[in-house]
């Protein structure tokens, strides 16, 4: 119980540094995806391209690593079901937003996610100022000043799309890795480990359901 | 549940929340920094390509050589097939633009060095796709990438503002036009004569029922200054799933 609490103790310090803008993150998931959901992604220097991340215990991935520099986002749901003896599936859900649809209220800069699929739905996805599609991964922009911001192989064979602006409307997806390099603000943050048998229950169940967007 | 099973049910759950918060406390992997460093396409840059759209804006990408394949399928108006006794009118518009321009002779350079003669640079004023239209790359290092819309898509087009999309395509793309249709076998290709028959016509608008273009390097731009404007969201891609394989 002592250790139980410790650890509390050390994640609400953690979620305070994340409320101050103090801290960044960055979140990974070992051998198999996660789920994320968001009511609305928007991002100033933004791009998209082909990558590899390394995954615990699999090996190398492709993935496409959808990057801008600076962010807000409308409502927030990161979750991933993981296996334990004696008490089974167990999911981890990382959850942020103020319930209103009308506000972006997360913000955060030079972020990073490592997508397998993703779904936009209504608007879908929107790309503004001049969109490129078919450069080299390496020059996709996103942080000024920073060469190849997306860490991917270089030469040909790597697809990007760069875009001034963008935005991904009720977006539902698979991630490896959500990393954020700069302050990030995530009001309503909420972590909850439940149990599946005890009512956990994960962001969504497939990218085109109609669960519910956070806000 | 016995004091035991409790016992061991509190360990796994404080196991859980230590992944949690040391997933939280870890700073961005070293891996990815160390891939961060500089990199130039080839050495001192010289693999950049160098392209003027349409608009005359010159622009250096660094490319992929990855093809994007925009397809939208031919409508198949008649179940009997593709016979030249079987008229197949193409009379659904899948696609419109409101001009087209053609340049041949365009020469790419790639990441690698490597050059590739004999494309097309089309240019589309107010692309618009309304149905079945989907992008999935070709040539990727062991991936294919696949942006599915399902319903009306933007590709250069925003109300208000002159958007124009230069695609840079192989001479083997093709497109079906609405007043160019004969049967199925009426794909025009940009290194034929009926293409230069599609530039006289479509000074207005045009539109079309299939489209199969093989886009190595694409970029959208606009009146505004340098060719770009902000806030007119020129591509939108609605209902869209995007896979990676």
Redesign the interface.
């Known amino acids: 119980?002592p250790?139980?609490l410790v650890?509390?103790a050390?994640?609400g310090g953690?979620?305070t540094l994340?409320r101050q803008d103090v801290?960044?993150?960055?979140?990974?998931y070992q051998g198999t995806t996660a789920k994320f959901s968001s009511g609305r992604v928007s991002g100033q220097d933004i791009g998209f391209g082909?990558a590899q991340v390394?995954v615990a215990g699999v090996g190398t991935r492709?993935?496409?690593a959808a990057g801008f520099a600076t962010g807000t986002l409308d409502g927030l749901c990161v979750s991933q079901v993981?296996t334990?003896?004696?008490?089974g599936d167990?999911v981890?859900k990382?959850t942020a937003g103020d319930g209103n649809s009308t506000t972006r209220e997360i913000s955060a800069t030079n972020v990073q996610l490592d997508?397998?699929?993703?779904?936009?739905?209504?608007?879908?996805?929107?790309?503004?100022?001049?969109?490129?599609?078919?450069?080299?991964?390496?020059?996709v922009t996103t942080l000024a000043g920073?060469?190849?911001?997306l860490?991917?192989?270089?030469?040909?064979?790597?697809?990007?799309i760069d875009?001034?602006?963008g935005?991904i409307f009720s977006a539902k997806?698979y991630l490896y890795d959500a990393?954020i390099?700069g302050p990030i603000s995530l009001p309503g943050l909420r972590?909850s480990?439940t149990p599946k048998a005890a009512g956990g229950t994960e962001c969504w169940s497939t990218?085109?359901d109609a669960t519910p967007v956070p806000h | 549940m016995t004091g035991a099973g409790r016992r061991w049910q509190r360990v796994w759950v404080l196991l859980g929340v230590l992944t949690v918060v040391l997933a939280l406390t870890l700073w961005p992997d070293s891996p990815r920094e160390a891939a961060r460093a500089a990199q130039a396409c080839g050495a001192g840059d010289v693999n950049r390509a160098t392209l003027t759209t349409k608009g005359g804006v010159t622009l250096h990408p660094c490319l992929s050589k990855v093809t994007t394949v925009m397809t939208v399928p031919r409508t198949q108006t008649s179940s009997l097939g593709c016979g030249t006794l079987f008229l197949q009118p193409c009379y659904e518009i899948k696609w419109h633009i409101t001009a087209v321009s053609k340049t041949a002779n365009q020469t790419l350079k790639y990441a690698d060095g490597t050059t590739e003669s004999g494309l097309y640079r089309l240019t589309f004023q107010q692309f618009q796709i309304d149905k079945s239209a989907t992008l999935a790359t070709s040539g990727g290092s062991g991936y294919t990438t696949t942006l599915v819309p399902d319903t009306s898509a933007k590709l250069g087009n925003a109300s208000g503002q002159t958007i124009n999309t230069d695609l840079w395509v192989t001479a083997d793309s093709t497109i079906n036009l609405s007043f160019l249709t004969f049967s199925c076998n009426d794909n025009v290709r940009p290194d034929n004569g009926l293409w230069t028959l599609a530039d006289v016509f479509i000074d207005v608008s045009a539109g079309g029922c299939g489209m199969n273009l093989k886009i190595r390097y694409a970029v959208t731009t606009s009146s505004g200054a340098n060719g770009e404007i902000t806030g007119a969201y020129s591509v939108n891609l609605p209902n869209t799933l995007l896979t990676v394989s």
């Open positions: 119980m250790l139980m650890a509390f050390v994640m953690m979620v994340l801290l960044a993150a960055v979140v990974t082909m390394d492709n993935v496409l993981q334990l003896p004696v008490i167990v981890i990382l997508i397998t699929q993703l779904r936009g739905s209504g608007t879908g996805i929107n790309l503004d100022g001049r969109v490129q599609i078919g450069m080299a991964s390496q020059d920073v060469d190849n911001p860490g991917a192989p270089t030469g040909t064979g790597w697809w990007g875009a001034t602006a935005d997806g990393e390099g972590i480990v990218p085109g």
